[in-house]
T-cell receptor, first 114, second 111 residues
């Protein structure tokens, strides 16, 4: 398996623009997580899905952030409009089942908003 | 506030030395995970601990879980430059779902 695939790896955009980050989880995994990592705040859980259904989005910082999982093999995280403080590395992770199984992480998308 | 506190925040050791990283939870632990991250890369799973008193080893890395104290320790024996990176502990907030992480411990191993 190719693992969790995220695209793009790097994104530079201007403030106010819409940004869409993409994630393809490992086939057969039914839990998917979006994280944001910064030096100041570490690795923060933004939202997670179970069987394509959003379970907890309390970590989504603002209404500018939205996430979807239209099917088991694809998820998006959208920021509209983007702001410089959104600059971070965004990770997607997937896991088989719930509870005590390990999550596998993608390589991340480094977002820079100028 | 962080539910998972890691200590130390950073650590610099000489190659060959042993070291320990700690992770303490403010809430009941329903399992604990250790991951390693190299700069610019994703997190790599190291090991998962589920039961109090459980201890697991992978090569020169050993992790233990003290369920009563709600803490885990990760011990590296005879450290090597390849051990350098950020070590993160993670735990589900409740019994079934999600996974949240500590702030991480940045390890530097000097040759």
């Amino acid at each position: 398996d190719a693992g969790v695939i995220q695209s793009p790896r790097h994104e530079v955009t201007e403030m106010g623009q819409e940004v869409t980050l993409r994630c393809k989880p490992i086939s057969g995994h039914n839990s998917l997580f979006w994280y944001r990592q910064t030096m100041m705040r570490g690795l923060e859980l933004l939202i997670y899905f179970n069987n394509n259904v959003p379970i907890d989005d309390s970590g989504m910082p603002e209404d500018r952030f939205s996430a979807k999982m239209p099917n088991a093999s694809f998820s998006t995280l959208k920021i509209q409009p983007s702001e410089p403080r959104d600059s971070a590395v965004y990770f997607c992770a997937s896991r088989a089942g719930t509870g005590n199984t390990e999550a596998f992480f993608g390589q991340g998308t480094r977002l820079t908003v100028v | 506030s962080q539910e998972l506190e890691q200590s130390p925040q950073s650590l610099i050791v000489q190659e060959g030395k042993n070291l320990t990283i700690n992770c303490t939870s403010s809430k009941t632990l329903y399992g604990l995970y250790w991951y390693k991250q190299k700069y610019g890369e994703g997190l790599i799973f190291l090991m998962m601990l589920q039961k109090g008193g459980e201890e697991k080893s992978h090569e020169k890395i050993t992790a233990k879980l003290d369920e009563k104290k709600q803490q885990s320790s990760l011990h590296i024996t005879a450290s090597q430059p390849s051990h350098a990176g950020i070590y993160l502990c993670g735990a589900p907030r409740d019994r079934w779902n999600d996974m949240r992480f500590g702030a991480g411990t940045r390890l530097t191993v000097k040759p």
